[in-house]
């Protein structure tokens, strides 16, 4: 399989009813996309500014301060220690990642990669474009023999499941013994809401708990782009073994894959600074505590959901027909066929939009 056999990019199919949806009196609500709406921190675009006078290429392992970062954040934020800037690379946003690493490892037909049974659809997409094999499985006892690269997602996206340290470890295991790769997902890491993820860091692949400070077969992915609302910015990093780092530098040199100098020097200035993340998750917070009770109250069912950016929901229905029930309360959400074939009931709603935007969401929920 190639590009050229790849499916429709699925967001066409929910046109029609955002066209339902903008008829709304007071206009359309739109949860579908996790796309950040709030601005990005000052400190981080002055950084970016003054970075400007970029005449040299820019570095595929980045710049020796940009590493430095990434280094000091997993320690600070991540409780991860004992990583040198040989164990990590910036990347051009995480998607591009998650796409691309099954390519960049050399995998190809015959070769099985292991995602979430809900999970967005880029997982898959890498698989096939390679010719792999793309399996659905969430526990580690279902792992096929000829998984090369196995993916978890913690938090997940789109139902916020977060994976503890005994489970990571307990995978970490598994991986090892099909001779697989374990990447994991952790984009949501800094939005935890409920017990015992309200109080307590949610733990990387990498943590030593998980470990024991052997990283061989390990990567752990993140992004800046809704912790910093850096989504335009398309920054993004992985750490973990040093061998597999190396390998993906020498792939990513030949084909060009670096992030521009500028970006570089503001994801170093948004690593570097916690305030920001702390206020961005309490935005994020009070959204959550006007739109969940709201769609409960108009029958939803809330499952999981106990971090990340969505709330994961369903009121026992194909998601196609809550869609539209939604559409006519001027509300857009993501539908569950979206995230694999095992959740056809479930709707995703997203806790990017302003605050007015959301209240006016769980006002027109709480009219029903």
């Known amino acids: 399989m190639g590009v050229a056999d790849l499916a429709d990019y699925p967001w066409d199919a929910v046109a029609p009813y955002a066209q339902r949806a903008r008829a709304h009196a007071d206009g359309m609500v739109d949860l579908s996309i996790g796309s950040p709406v709030d601005e990005t921190p000052a400190l981080i675009a002055t950084a970016l500014r003054e970075a400007t006078d970029a005449h040299a290429y820019p570095q595929t392992i980045g710049t020796p301060a940009l590493r430095q970062a990434i280094v000091d954040w997993y320690a600070r934020r991540r409780g991860v220690t004992g990583l040198t800037p040989a164990h990590v690379l910036p990347t051009v946003g995480s998607k591009e990642l998650v796409a691309l690493l099954p390519l960049l490892l050399g995998l190809g037909p015959g070769d099985v990669v292991v995602h979430p049974r809900a999970a967005y659809p880029t997982y898959e997409v890498g698989a096939r474009l390679v010719g792999a094999t793309p399996v659905a499985a969430d526990d580690p006892a279902e792992w096929p023999e000829g998984a090369r690269l196995i993916w978890v997602n913690s938090p997940g996206n789109p139902d ?40 307590e860091p949610i733990p990387s692949v990498l943590d030593p708990r998980v470990t024991d400070g052997d990283l061989r077969g390990i990567l752990s992915v993140y992004s800046l782009s809704k912790q910093s609302n850096l989504a335009g910015y398309r920054a993004a990093f992985l750490a973990g073994d040093p061998d597999v780092v190396a390998r993906l530098v020498v792939a990513r040199k030949h084909l060009g894959l670096m992030l521009p100098a500028p970006v570089q020097a503001a994801m170093a200035a948004a690593l570097g600074d916690d305030a920001h993340v702390a206020a961005q998750k309490e935005r994020y917070r009070r959204r959550r505590a006007s739109l969940k009770p709201a769609l409960e109250s108009a029958g939803f069912r809330v499952d999981r959901s106990e971090a990340g950016l969505y709330l994961w929901a369903t009121e026992g229905r194909d998601a196609w027909e809550s869609l539209g029930c939604l559409a006519d309360l001027g509300i857009l959400a993501g539908p569950g066929h979206f995230y694999g074939s095992h959740y056809p009931q479930h709707v995703r709603l997203s806790l990017t939009a302003s605050d007015e935007r959301v209240d006016a969401a769980a006002a027109r929920l709480r009219a029903v």
């Open 160 to 199: 916020g499941r977060v994976w503890d340290a005994a489970q990571l470890r307990a995978a970490v295991s598994r991986s090892r013994a099909l001779g697989a790769i374990l990447a994991s997902d952790e984009c949501y890491a800094e939005l935890g809401w409920e017990a015992p993820w309200d109080v």
